[in-house]
T-cell receptor, first 113, second 112 residues
């Protein structure tokens, strides 16, 4: 069974540009989470989808971040326009509704210059 | 909100025991987790403990929870080179369907 995949693995963009990160959860996992780790600090929660609905988006830093999960399968996280402080590693995780374990992807390392 | 803290680095000789510590602030946290991140990989759930437990053992891993002091530790017995990784402590109010609050991660280095 394939795990959680994320694309791209690395992205380097200039301040002011737009970047879209993609996450493909494990098939059948209705829960999908986005997290971010900035500059060796703690991993912070961004938002949580249940199927295509946003269950909790309390961690989204500002309106430059837009997350979607059309059809309840893969999810995208768009940053527009990107700022220097958006640099970090963005993790996606998925889980079944009925279980405990969040399965994490390898992350996308975003560098904003 | 919840705040989880860990020390950033730990070095241990191969064959010794490693003890990674974590403190949290929200006494309502019901589930506490340990995740491992190897280079280039995602986070792997190692183990978790319910807040009504004091200890949980799983092969070389022992988790101790002091709920009064809000202190969690992960002990790895007979540390091997393959244990080199970043270890994250995380807390959640509920089991499943719930966001996790992570610490900064502790980078464990094994000295040959």
């Amino acid at each position: 069974e394939a795990g959680v995949t994320q694309f791209p693995s690395h992205s380097v963009i200039e301040k002011g540009q737009t970047v879209t990160l993609r996450c493909d959860p494990i098939s059948g996992h209705d829960n999908l989470y986005w997290y971010r780790r900035v500059m060796g600090k703690e991993i912070k929660f961004l938002l949580h989808f249940v199927k295509e609905s946003k269950q909790d988006e309390s961690g989204m830093p500002n309106n430059r971040f837009l997350a979607e999960r059309t059809g309840g399968t893969y999810s995208t996280l768009k940053v527009q326009p990107a700022e220097l402080e958006d640099s970090g590693v963005y993790f996606c995780a998925s889980s079944l509704i009925t279980t405990d374990e969040q399965f994490f992807g390898p992350g996308t390392r975003l560098t904003v210059l | 909100g919840e705040d989880v803290e860990q020390s950033l680095f730990l070095s241990v000789r191969e064959g010794d025991s490693s003890v990674i510590n974590c403190t949290y602030t929200d006494s309502s946290s019901t589930y506490l987790y340990w995740y491992k991140q190897e280079p280039g990989a995602g986070l792997q759930l190692l183990t978790y403990i319910f807040s009504n437990m004091d200890m949980k053992q799983d092969q070389r891993l022992t988790v101790l929870l002091n709920k009064k002091d809000k202190h969690l530790s992960l002990r790895i017995a007979d540390t091997q080179t393959g244990d080199s990784a970043i270890y994250f402590c995380a807390a959640a109010l509920y089991f499943g369907n719930e966001k996790l609050t992570f610490g900064t991660g502790t980078r464990l280095t094994i000295i040959p």
